[in-house]
């Protein structure tokens, strides 16, 4: 993960449609506009241990699960 100062201002210009969640789609558009690639891989290993720390595992990744993926 790059080294920004604000992991919520992080999280809202991941989350493209406001909706407050970020999707494997959103995700992957903010890393690739950062100059960054993802593979399926790495999308799928982020995603699993990102996705379950609120219990929902709705393969989407909430505010509060982006901030436990953050301060890792
Ligand atoms: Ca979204
Ligand atoms: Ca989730």
């Known amino acids: 993960m790059p080294a920004l100062d ?3 201002a992080t999280f809202q210009k991941f989350d493209r449609d406001g909706d407050g969640y970020i999707t494997r789609e959103e995700f992957t558009l ?3 506009a950062l100059g960054e690639e993802v593979t ?3 999308l ?3 995603f699993k241990v990102s996705d379950e720390h609120d219990g929902d595992v709705d393969g989407r990744i909430s505010l509060a699960e ?3 993926a953050w301060n890792k």
Do not use: W
């Open 44 to 46: 799928d290993s982020i």
């Open 66 to 68: 982006f901030l436990v």
């Open 30 to 32: 903010a890393m690739n």
């Open 6 to 8: 604000d992991p919520t």
């Open 40 to 42: 399926a891989a790495e």
